[in-house]
């Protein structure tokens, strides 16, 4: 494992399984425990360090964290001298001097985790940068898929919506095709960003046509807040084209899967009635982001302290 999780990249298949599997171990020996910890990074410091609004993404990281005996600090750049215009390097060397081992950092600005990894001793863990890219969502994501279908090696993943504004996407692509799935983007032509053919994905505009043979739904937010024209006539011709509904839910295959990473625009991207369904593992994806950032903290930091 490299030193940060910057993107999903940084992960060739041996890591990508590694943190997996680690994941996996983590549930099984926390599962059915009264108290839900482990000992493991007791001592270390660990700062969720937040530009962007987040729910699960940070409450998840809080929790993998404290899970792990670790200490917590949680900024959020609102209320913080940041608002005074201390700039990313200034509060990052800030965090740094009073000790921490590891910093998670969610930011509006695409590369902006590549920039702290630079001028940081400790580990930097990308929780979503801009639109570009959001690793640890991919690690679960493809954890989820694994569980439920018993393997990644040839799953068929449909990735449907706002694939022009989606770290979430980007990351899926990148880590979903290391690991041997095979991808379809489907997608509005206004929603599809340039250079996406050298992408190692497959591309469509018919979702009619690519249901029938996922494995795999991943539903994408219309991340409306990162646009600023109009991508589409309305949000019912949105929905009419690319929405999953149940009438598209229904051609899906037995044992096919539908997911969203959260949050929802429900009766836009996803009707209510599928996000509730069988077959969705929306809940199921934030529990095992727990694990999985468990997994991740736990390799990057090594455990004992340096
Ligand atoms: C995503 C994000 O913030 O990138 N959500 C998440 O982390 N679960 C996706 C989104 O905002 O649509």
Do not use: C
């Not at 990281?61 to 959020?76: G, H, M, P, Q, T």
């Not at 250079?195 to 991340?223: C, F, H, I, N, T």
């Amino acid at each position: 494992m490299k030193r940060h999780l910057l993107e999903a990249d940084d992960l060739d298949r041996a890591d990508a399984t590694l943190v997996l599997d680690t994941a996996a171990q983590i549930e099984s020996a926390l599962s059915g425990r009264e108290v839900k910890k482990l000992p493991t990074l007791r001592g270390r410091t660990v700062v969720n360090l937040f530009y962007e609004d987040s729910t699960r993404t940070r409450i998840s990281f809080e929790l993998a964290a404290k899970r792990l005996s670790a200490d917590v600090i949680n900024f959020s750049a609102k209320g913080s001298s940041v608002s005074k215009g201390e700039s990313l390097k200034d509060t990052a060397l800030t965090l740094e001097a009073m000790g921490s081992d590891a910093i998670v950092i969610r930011h509006g600005a695409s590369g902006a985790p590549h920039q702290l990894a630079s001028w940081v001793r400790g580990s930097v863990v990308n929780a979503g940068d801009g639109t570009h890219e959001h690793p640890t969502q991919a690690l679960l994501d493809a954890y989820t898929i694994r569980r439920r279908l018993g393997r990644l090696e040839g799953v068929r993943v449909a990735v449907v919506g706002d694939v022009l504004h989606s770290r979430v996407a980007r990351s899926n692509v990148r880590l979903l095709h290391t690991l041997g799935a095979e991808v379809t983007l489907v997608a509005p032509p206004t929603l599809l960003p340039v250079g996406v053919g050298s992408w190692p994905a497959e591309v469509s505009y018919d979702l009619d046509a690519v249901l029938p043979k996922a494995d795999v739904v991943m539903m994408l937010r219309v991340q409306a807040e990162r646009m600023n024209a109009s991508f589409f006539p309305s949000a019912r011709e949105y929905s009419r084209r690319y929405g999953l509904d149940a009438r598209r839910m229904a051609v899906l295959g037995d044992e096919a899967i539908v997911m969203h990473p959260g949050p929802m625009n429900r009766g836009m991207e996803i009707a209510a009635e599928v996000a509730d369904s069988v077959r969705s593992t929306i809940v199921e994806q934030v529990g095992n982001g727990v694990s999985v950032r468990m997994a991740v903290l736990y390799l990057l930091l090594g455990g004992a302290p340096s």
